[in-house]
């Protein structure tokens, strides 16, 4: 029977100390130039002091045009030199206590807000509609361009390695650039990267064969995948089974199994929210009765593949996340929001101070029937949707200033503040 204090051995040799791992969360502190700063130093100084296998870090983007938002830390060949010397101190911070650090790499594509690009790249010319957000037209990657972002991931990778990073996750999830290709409604394309699987996963595979050779035989890289898009004609179970197959001979040394996407955001156990219904399928999962949402797609693709596999979305006990781990559908839970509401939920839940980690999900509804997260008006689900959202963006912010989480902060009062804030980083996004 494993165990989460039981260690693990990835194919690159790097061993972590126990089965969790801090799920990615974009922390958007990186005001203005997109540089880490010591925000970052100060939030993952508390991640790191709290006994978790790995620390993932946000989306760090590979191209300042295509962010998933104005305050992401983004990484590019131009700049790199000037913010080398805090990316090697986020790293140090983070492992200052055994934990493992891996830096996810992404670009967002078509989910790039207005604001920011009203023109992101992407596979096609598929364009993203969520009320009361705006989002460009995309315009359909050339094949210099997809050249072009191959070489921003692989050059990312080596960034995160020469900082001391353990090693870098492709975010190939939620809907960003790598999903989008992986989609077959939103990858339209007749040439070599896109039509059947494996021409919608060979993007995948020319980063990751060039990340190794870049980043050497000793360095984890984890790709995070969605079990399903959710979407009517989109990226389905199947599908996600099939690019399990072609990853897990690539090299790599962990799968993560998420799912859904801003449209449909079963990532957050969102089930019966569908913020675009026109695409969404509205099937209902027997996982939805477990504690993590997304173990019987892990459950499938763990007999069809090989490596490790890391499911991230619900966990929060220590027996579920063994129930999983015993099940064998994956060797690595992630935990994502509980260490928003505590950063240290971890440590306690190993050393039994707690039993299970902190359930806010539940409680953050705005308010009556109308407000429920389940209204069938697609603008208050979205509001709800992005509230609930907005107060895990605040709880980070908060502990990136040296505090410590606000539990009372009730969801539509985070959602005023992120919205504001949001504001304030796009102007000092404009400035530079
Ligand atoms: C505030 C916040 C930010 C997130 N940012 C990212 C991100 O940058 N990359 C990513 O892959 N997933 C991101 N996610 C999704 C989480 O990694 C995770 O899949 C999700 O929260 C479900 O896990 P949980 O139930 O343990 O929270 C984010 C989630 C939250 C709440």
Known sequence: ????????????GQIIKNRVCKAAMTERIALGNNFTNEKHIELYRKWGAGDIGILLTGNVQVHR???????????????????LPMLKKW????????????????HAGRQTPGEINMSPMSPSSVQLKIPGRKYGKPVPMTEEDIQDVIR??????????????????????HGYLLSQFLSPDINQRTDAWGGTIENRTRIHLEIIKRCREEVGSDFAISVKMNSADFQKGGFSSEDSIEVAKILSNSGIDNLEISGGTYEQPRLLGLDKVSINPERSENR?????????YFLSYAEKIAEAVDIPLMVTGGFRT???MEAALGDGACQIVGVGRPLCANPYAIKELLNGEI???????????????????SSPFRLIQAINAFSAQAWFYQQIKKMSSGKMPDLALKPFK??????????TAILEYKKN
């Open 65 to 83: 045009e295509n962010l998933e938002g104005p305050a992401n830390i983004a990484i590019e060949e131009n700049s790199y030199q000037e913010q």
């Open 414 to 423: 985070a959602f005023r503040n992120d919205a504001k804030e949001d504001q």
């Open 91 to 106: 790293a140090e911070v983070s492992k200052a206590e055994g934990s493992k650090v891996w830096m996810q790499i992404s």
């Open 1 to 12: 029977m494993t165990k989460i204090t039981d260690s693990l051995t990835l194919p690159c």
């Open 284 to 292: 209902r999962e027997s996982t939805v009765a477990r504690e993590a």
């Open 318 to 320: 220590k027996e579920g």
């Open 355 to 373: 039993n299970q980690l902190p359930k806010f999900e539940k409680t953050l509804s705005i308010g009556p029937w109308l407000l429920s997260p």
């Open 152 to 173: 921003r991931f692989v050059f990312t990778a080596k960034v995160a390695r020469e900082s001391g990073f353990d090693g870098i996750q492709l975010h190939s999830a």
